[in-house]
T-cell receptor, first 114, second 112 residues
Framework: KAGVTQTPRYLIKTRGQQVTLSCSPISGHRSVSWYQQTPGQGLQFLFEYFSETQRNKGNFPGRFSGRQFSNSRSEMNVSTLELGDSALYLC?????????????FGSGTRLTVV | SQQGEEDPQALSIQEGENATMNCSYKTSINNLQWYRQNSGRGLVHLILIRSNEREKHSGRLRVTLDTSKKSSSLLITASRAADTASYFCATDRDTSGSRLTFGEGTQLTVNP
């Protein structure tokens, strides 16, 4: 079956702009989580959505937001981009059977803010 | 902030040798997971060990967990050049929902 699909793969934006990233989970997976990876801070949890509801949220400013649609696809939005938002953004989906299968990650969206 | 610390930060070995990576964490957990990442791509789930387990095997992988010391180790036996990657441990605390806290990672290089 298809894996987790993230689009776009690469993105270049200018400071002050906003950006929307998309994640399509594995079919049947209802939980979608987002992570930011940077050389300085490593992998950090952004938020998790389950059945269209935000279930967990990390310590990021309000400029970072997300949503999940009824088909479990998720988007995250970053407004008023800063240079420090340059990162690899990873999406992970889960069936809920976490004790056995862990999470399946997409290949990520590499965002560069100039 | 990262909960986990991994050591070593970098490890270089020859093909056929074993590689051991360690991970420490700070809080109580439900489970601990290991992931592999190749060249800044997505993470691949390797193995999950629950907090009430002490050791788990999967193919050439062996994971141990010591909750009293809040530490875990990942052993890769008979390493191959294709094992070259970054390896991360991640802890999962929540009983509802997902919220992985990752370590800083170990960069493993396996030389042919």
């Amino acid at each position: 079956k298809a894996g987790v699909t993230q689009t776009p793969r690469y993105l270049i934006k200018t400071r002050g702009q906003q950006v929307t990233l998309s994640c399509s989970p594995i079919s049947g997976h209802r939980s979608v989580s987002w992570y930011q990876q940077t050389p300085g801070q490593g992998l950090q949890f952004l938020f998790e959505y389950f059945s269209e509801t935000q279930r967990n949220k990390g310590n990021f400013p309000g400029r970072f937001s997300g949503r999940q649609f009824s088909n479990s696809r998720s988007e995250m939005n970053v407004s008023t981009l800063e240079l420090g938002d340059s990162a690899l953004y990873l999406c992970a989906s889960s069936s809920g059977q976490l004790q056995t299968y862990g999470y399946t990650f997409g290949s990520g969206t590499r965002l560069t803010v100039v | 902030s990262q909960q986990g610390e991994e050591d070593p930060q970098a490890l270089s070995i020859q093909e056929g040798e074993n590689a051991t990576m360690n991970c420490s964490y700070k809080t109580s957990i439900n489970n601990l997971q290991w992931y592999r990442q190749n060249s800044g791509r997505g993470l691949v789930h390797l193995i999950l060990i629950r907090s009430n387990e002490r050791e788990k095997h999967s193919g050439r992988l062996r994971v141990t967990l010591d909750t009293s010391k809040k530490s875990s180790s990942l052993l890769i036996t008979a390493s191959r050049a294709a094992d070259t990657a970054s390896y991360f441990c991640a802890t999962d605390r929540d009983t509802s929902g997902s919220r992985l806290t990752f370590g800083e990672g170990t960069q493993l290089t396996v030389n042919p």
